[in-house]
């Protein structure tokens, strides 16, 4: 499919931990988006990592993108409760920019 | 920032009837999007919009949806003869140019009783 797919679905830890989420895709692509999703509410993109990038920072995320591997990951340092939310790494297939979002990887930071 | 912005945040709207839901995308961009999202299922794709016409579309997309920039700054979605399976969130977002991140708004909730 085209669709990244994360993993693990859900992730709970406690704050101060760092989040690791991982994503797989399968073509090629020009570059890797990371977005999250609060409860309810509209996604807001967190990251873009270009295809010729290896590791990409902002902030306390990081990520990084091996095309060999057509994997990707997500990591979050010192995690906070405001960090609980889904998170979607979403890439892009065709000039007409549609992103195609998998089921995301559920963030629970408890306090 | 500037933000893309939607209305109402919540409609409710009696299955059969039709529904408009208004965006307004941030005022550079060039790419309009519609997504949807049904309750606790994926983001899906619904239409893409560049220079007043459907760049692409998802096979969700059919007849009953139509998509109008009425003037420079709206973009909206009208929904004809509701059903209740459109019940969903409904997000919209735009983008400046290709290779560029999308910005979403905080979507609007459509109820179909």
């Known amino acids: 499919s085209q669709q990244g797919e994360e993993d693990p679905q859900a992730l709970s830890i406690q704050e101060g931990e760092n989040a690791t989420m991982n994503c797989s895709y399968k073509?090629?692509?020009?570059?890797l988006q990371w977005y999250r999703q609060n409860s309810g509410r509209g996604l807001v993109h967190l990251i873009l990592i270009r295809s010729n990038e290896r590791e990409k920072h902002s902030g306390r995320l990081r990520v990084t993108l091996d095309t060999s591997k057509k994997s990707s990951s997500l990591l979050i340092t010192a995690s906070r409760a405001a960090d609980t939310a889904s998170y979607f790494c979403?890439?892009?297939?065709?000039?007409?920019?549609?992103?195609?979002f998998g089921q995301g990887t559920e963030l629970s930071v408890k306090p | 920032e500037p933000e893309v912005t939607q209305t109402p945040s919540h409609q409710v709207t009696q299955m059969g009837q039709e529904v408009i839901l208004r965006c307004v995308p941030i005022?550079?961009?060039?790419?309009f999007y519609w997504y949807r999202q049904i309750l606790g299922q994926k983001v899906e794709f619904l239409v893409s919009f560049y220079n007043n016409e459907i760049s692409e579309k998802s096979e969700i997309f059919d007849d009953q949806f139509s998509v109008e920039r009425p003037d420079g700054s709206n973009f909206t979605l009208k929904i004809r003869s509701t059903k209740l399976e459109d019940s969903a969130m409904y997000f919209c977002?735009?983008?400046?140019?290709?290779?560029?991140?999308?910005?979403f708004g905080d979507g609007t909730r459509l109820s179909i009783l």
């Open positions: 977002a735009s983008r400046e140019f290709l290779n560029q991140p999308q910005h």
């Open positions: 073509t090629s692509i020009n570059n």
């Open positions: 979403v890439t892009i297939f065709n000039q007409g920019g549609k992103l195609i």
């Open positions: 005022s550079n961009h060039l790419y």
